[in-house]
RNA sequence: GGUUACGUAGCUCAAUAAGGAUAGAGCAACUGCCUUCUAAGCAGUUGGUUGCAGGUUCGAAUCCUGCCGUGACCA
């Protein structure tokens, strides 16, 4: 229980006036650094209720909680604030509590279930910086989930059919059909892109061909042969024709290879993966029956569509005039299938804010076929990666590659870390995972930091900063901390509680005790930005402490042991809560 | 045109769910601090009409209304 908490559960037994308090909307918070107190109650709503001077209604209160709760140590009032003054004892004591793993909250012997979906990437292409923002979000958020109590599967749903696959491969078997990403020494995800590029050429200058004869575009894109050979593709692929079978596996194997690599690096993972290819099916059925009962109708056509009836939302296409599925038909089915399989109790969605309008219609959608689970569905919405100029577009080459981008990171980490002086006695394969960790890190930091509702501009021109508010910043306070532990081995004793308190070590230790309330904040929000925050906020806070008062150098023992025993407390969290958020620490750098 | 999200210091962000005290950090710029625990650090200076105008309230960056701007989606 956290000192706030405290101070609310026995305001319950508190009676003013004869009236009691009942913790009516009575908000209480830590106390600014302005004033003195550590837990401020805001007092003003009690002046309707009881109508005296805030001040007499404060000194009254104060005391009454005084008298309860024998850790105050003073209190003041100031206008309508009451702030209340804990004694040094307090805080030693909750120091002294709390436990290196205590933060496995909720060992319940029911742990609900959670799918978490995230990465979901096509197969025509690398992954990028947008990708990365996804798979860090989905990553952490798993982790936290799984720290709270839940069971979690953390999937991604590859989309592996359809017409930009098509499109690479009509590309490599007419320009590369000798070509390996092994032969070639191109990653496999960079190689099928390759092709897709390539297609995207082709098909310009035979448009541009066309267009010059006279037709319009739609007519060019029609005689094109190439969007021809396309159509003819995807349609062999859909009645099973093995050849054409075989081609999209093995390019598709590629690439999956190629993300693998990515993933790793990145350090993302996953407990299973689906593929549309194998869900679109089970949409369609689906959408049919629906057409029976109602919920659907059929236009003179053919197509299939739904009709909210509503101002705000629009009439919707379920199946084209000829029979193929669009993303709404295969979500119903892979929705369907998840929950066939698995008894779910919470299903997140991570997937871009351009998606909003498509989740909010395949809710109401699944609640009107009659599934019960629509209410455990949850869109974790984020928002886009743009540059300065705008979106990324890969037509214009703006895309920011995500290996591309760990590599640079790797790098800059490289040239800083010598700058700084810091390579003395590393060998060569530990200084490159030392350049790895702080580079990935400084990066998903960058990314992780950042509200995931709001859209974050990368400049490619600019570095990603490695100091001040920064995965570094983290680390280094981390290594600093480890440091000062093996310089204190051999002191393990315990202190007592008769020492008294500076403002460093007191802010240090309210801190740690908000730290549960964090995560549970986290996983409420669907928002990991919380806890970066947290943790940025934590590692100042021990830096000023550092920087301004000994730990080892400290002459009362007493008091040693009590700053070595905080230092670690505060290593601990820094530690775990980066590990959830999927960024690594290091011991020495 | 409709729906929705966002708008805070030169730049990147925090505080907004659930209103609270003089709106906090970092970067950039400038000034200090390594013969005691890692200077990827610490201390300090400069920088704000929280897009604009109203409203509710003891109190508004936060809630409400209208407008302006930007993005996304739907058409």
């Known amino acids: 229980m956290n000192s706030i908490k405290c101070i609310k559960s026995v305001l319950k037994d508190i009676k003013l006036y004869s009236i009691s308090i ?14 003195k107190g550590d837990v401020t109650l805001i007092i003003f709503p009690l002046l309707k209720i009881f109508k005296k001077p805030l001040k007499e209604i404060g000194q009254e209160l ?3 909680i005084k008298k309860k709760l024998s850790f105050i140590k003073s209190f003041n009032v100031i206008n309508g604030f009451l702030n209340l003054e804990f004694k040094d004892e307090y805080y030693l004591e909750l120091l002294l509590k709390m436990k290196q793993g205590l933060f496995k909250i909720n060992k319940k012997k029911h742990r609900p279930l959670l799918m978490i979906e995230y990465s979901s990437p096509n197969t025509n292409k690398p ?15 798993s982790n ?28 490599w078997q007419k320009l590369g059909q000798s070509k390996t990403p092994q032969n070639t020494n191109i990653k496999g995800d960079h190689f099928v892109g390759k092709y897709y590029v390539e297609f995207e050429n082709l098909k310009r200058k035979e448009i541009e061909r066309l267009l010059s004869l006279g037709y319009n575009y739609s007519e060019a894109e029609k005689k094109s042969t190439i969007m021809q050979s396309v159509r003819e593709t995807l349609r062999k692929w859909e009645n099973g024709d093995n050849y054409t079978i075989e081609i999209w596996n093995k390019l598709n194997k590629w690439v999956y290879e190629g993300f693998e690599e990515t993933y790793r690096r990145l350090g993302i993972t996953f407990d299973e993966v689906q593929y549309e290819s194998n869900t679109y099916i089970l949409g369609k059925k689906i959408v049919k029956e629906g057409i029976q009962k109602g919920i659907f109708y059929k236009k003179y056509d053919g197509s299939v569509w739904i009709d909210f009836k509503n101002q705000t939302l629009n009439r919707k296409l379920l199946l084209r005039s000829d029979g193929t599925s669009v993303y709404l038909t295969q979500d119903i089915g892979t929705a369907v299938e998840r929950f066939r399989k698995y008894p779910i109790d919470k299903l997140i969605y991570t997937v871009g804010e351009e998606q909003n309008y498509h989740f909010k219609i395949l809710f109401i959608i699944l609640n009107r076929l009659g599934y019960p689970w629509y209410k455990k569905l949850f869109h974790l919405s984020y928002g886009m990666v743009n540059l300065p100029d705008g979106k990324m577009k890969s037509r214009e080459g703006t895309v920011v590659d995500a290996d591309d981008l760990m590599s640079k990171m790797h790098n800059t980490a490289m040239s800083i870390t010598q700058k700084l002086g810091k ?18 890190a400084a990066l998903k930091y960058y990314i992780l930091k950042v509200n995931p509702k709001k859209s974050i501009i990368f400049d490619p021109m600019e570095s990603i900063d490695f100091k001040g508010c920064t995965g570094t910043y983290i680390q280094y306070t981390y290594a600093r901390i480890c440091s000062l532990k093996i310089k204190s081995m051999q002191i393990k004793k315990k202190y007592d509680i008769s020492i008294s308190l500076n403002m460093y070590e007191r802010t240090i230790i309210k801190m740690l005790e908000q730290y549960i309330s964090i995560i ?8 990991p930005s919380i806890l970066a925050n947290y943790i940025y906020n934590l590692a100042k806070k021990f830096n000023d402490f550092y920087q301004n008062i000994n730990v080892i150098y400290e ?14 407390m505060v290593g601990y969290i820094l530690k775990n809560g980066m590990e959830l958020l999927g960024i690594s620490m290091l011991e020495r750098m």
């Open 555 to 568: 002459i009362n023992e007493n008091k040693k042991y009590f700053r070595i025993k905080l230092s670690s």
């Open 520 to 527: 549970k904040s986290v996983a409420n929000n669907l928002d």
């Open 144 to 171: 936290i989930f799984d720290t709270i109590g839940y069971k979690v599967i953390r999937t991604q749903l590859i989309n592996d059919r359809g017409i930009h696959i098509c499109k690479s491969m009509v590309a």
């Open 423 to 440: 390579l003395k006695k590393c060998s060569k394969q530990e200084q490159y995972q030392l350049f790895e960790k702080i580079g990935i």
């Open 127 to 141: 992954l990028h910086l947008g990708h990365i923002r996804n798979c860090i979000l989905g990553q952490s958020m």
């Open 22 to 35: 009942d913790t009516f909307e009575l908000e209480i918070q830590y106390t600014i650094k302005k004033y």
């Open 62 to 64: 104060g005391n009454n």
